[in-house]
């Protein structure tokens, strides 16, 4: 009995220890255009997110973490690459033709994950461009996510707003019937669909601003598709189709390190939510879809539940940029605000270099591992590539991922330390170190030589602010301190000019 009992407690002890060693899985969400202020536990009016009220009780809430950029493609570019978007021309928002802007090959943050032995997953909002140019979207599509580190995916190749209307799993459009082939054009008129600017009358929602070419599902979008006709989604069932896919990732991985990036389309233009979202929130659509994608975390965070991963799950929530009320359709998100702060008590949002362009919620929940509560830690998605890599034990190889920084002691709120200063993108970049805050002149994108030469002559000057007296940025304080202006000018200098790879880590 004894050497049976001994036995038992040794299978016991071994089980225990696997679970403890065991490697996180980890569940990325990446919200669209969800403003710091959006979600009840970072102060939201009028709009329910008990879900992700929820996750900020149970994890870390971050108050001072950002996006890369204040725009989709280079945030993104940045979060997977860990190289600042601006350092490389054609980073830009893109358009939905677009060739893929990530070299095939060079290590990711999905591929380091995948050589600690994850499988990676992708579901949602892709926007980072796919194959090499002229994309035949009938045959092969790649190279993709699958050819930068993710093991399988079930994407939406660009925008909501943007053709070609489909899903794509893996390197296929989903539901295409080859005898009505898709087509897309991002110049000219393509096929016989109506366009927005020809048949207005058509329209469920009108554009405010561009969004006049071909009409999808009742929606005029930016670019011209035909064909495809089976394959097209369906705007109000497109959040339940990622979280559906979402879920299938985690259920067919449940015995493995898995790592899910989920992007969700919710909540950019055009705002268009399941049924039961419809008029539920207070704020109108863009209130509405908020509370769709709060719906969406809660169905992924009791599917973990369900399959007991959530204690061995690091899950992280957070958004690609700041928030934008009208964001070129006419949806009356507007006109339903309310009292409602988007980007709570910062300035600007989408597009802007003030704080509310990329400073965003950022909710982490690991539990047992992290303590729940809230850190002021200054960090950026761009740090989760090296952050993770020391996670999961693995070297980042040299000149990868050069301006991602290790801070896994604050992502598990084992420090308040982040980084020491952080540029941030928007049309022209800003830097911060402390509580400073300088909004340079310098541009956030590389410009042709003579623009470049004559928009420097014309450059504004930089504003400075001290958030830590002003986190609204007010007052610009840069007349009074033209040391400290000198000095972020001279990091930001510095910054750029570093060759990327040879970054301090
Ligand atoms: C802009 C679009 C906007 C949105 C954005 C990309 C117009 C007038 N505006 O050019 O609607 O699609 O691009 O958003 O077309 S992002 O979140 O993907 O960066
Ligand atoms: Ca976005």
């Known amino acids: 009995w004894s050497c049976l009992a001994a036995l038992l407690l040794a299978v016991v002890a071994n089980h225990v220890q696997a679970a403890d060693t065991r490697l996180p899985n980890i569940v990325y969400i990446y919200a669209d255009d969800l403003g710091y202020g959006d979600i009840g536990c970072y102060g939201a009016n009028g709009i329910k997110t008990p879900n992700l009220d929820r996750l900020a009780t149970q994890g870390l809430r971050f108050t001072d973490a950002h996006s890369p950029s204040a725009t989709c493609t280079p945030s993104r570019y940045a979060l997977l690459t860990g190289e600042y978007a601006w350092r490389k021309p054609g980073t830009g928002i893109l358009p939905g033709d677009a060739a893929l802007i990530i070299e095939p090959g060079r290590p990711t943050l999905p591929s380091l994950l995948k050589q600690a032995g994850y499988t990676t997953g992708c579901v949602g909002k892709w926007h980072l461009g796919l194959g090499k140019g002229n994309l035949d979207w009938n045959g092969e599509i790649k190279p993709g996510p699958l050819e930068v580190g993710f093991d399988s995916c079930f994407i939406m190749p660009a925008t909501g707003d943007r053709v070609p209307c489909v899903y794509v799993k893996d390197h296929r459009v989903v539901g295409l019937d080859p005898k009505d082939p898709i087509q897309v054009n991002y110049t000219m008129p393509i096929g ?104 969406c975390v809660g169905d992924v965070l009791a599917t973990l539940d369900r399959l007991k991963l959530t204690n061995n799950t690091l899950f992280i929530f957070t958004s690609d940029n700041g928030p934008v009320v009208d964001d070129g359709y006419a949806d009356g998100a507007v006109e339903a605000l309310g009292e409602h702060k988007p980007s709570g008590p910062l300035r600007g949002g989408k597009y802007s270099p003030y704080e509310g362009g990329t400073r965003v919620p950022f909710l982490v929940r690991w539990p047992g591992k992290i303590k729940p509560g809230d850190s002021s830690a200054l960090l950026c998605q761009i740090d989760l590539l090296a952050t993770f890599a020391a996670l999961v034990k693995q070297d980042v190889p040299a000149g990868a991922g050069p301006d991602s920084m290790n801070l896994l002691p604050a992502l598990l709120g084992e420090s308040d330390q982040g980084r020491d200063h952080l540029v941030e993108h928007a049309n022209v970049l800003s830097i911060r170190k402390g509580s400073w805050k300088l909004v340079s002149g310098v541009p956030g994108r590389e410009l042709p030589k003579k623009v470049a030469a004559k928009k420097k002559a014309a450059r504004r000057p930089a504003e400075l602010f001290d958030l830590s007296k002003h986190l609204d940025e007010s007052e610009n304080v840069a007349a009074e301190h033209p040391d400290v202006v000198k000095d972020l000018t001279d990091l930001l200098d510095q910054v750029r000019q570093r060759s990327p790879g040879s970054a301090s880590r």
């Open 192 to 295: 016989d669909d109506p366009t927005g600017k020809d048949h207005p009358e058509l329209l469920k929602v009108k554009p405010s601003h561009g969004h006049d070419s071909t009409i999808i599902n009742g929606v005029s979008r930016i670019g011209f598709m035909t064909g495809g006709h089976s394959a097209r989604w369906v705007d109000q069932t497109m959040a339940e189709t990622f979280n559906r896919k979402a879920n299938e990732f985690i259920e067919a991985n449940q015995d493995r390190p898995f790592f899910l990036y989920y992007a969700t389309h919710d909540i950019h233009v055009p705002r268009l939510p399941g049924a039961r979202f419809l008029g539920k929130s207070e704020r109108g659509v863009r209130g509405d879809v908020i509370e769709e994608l709060d719906w």
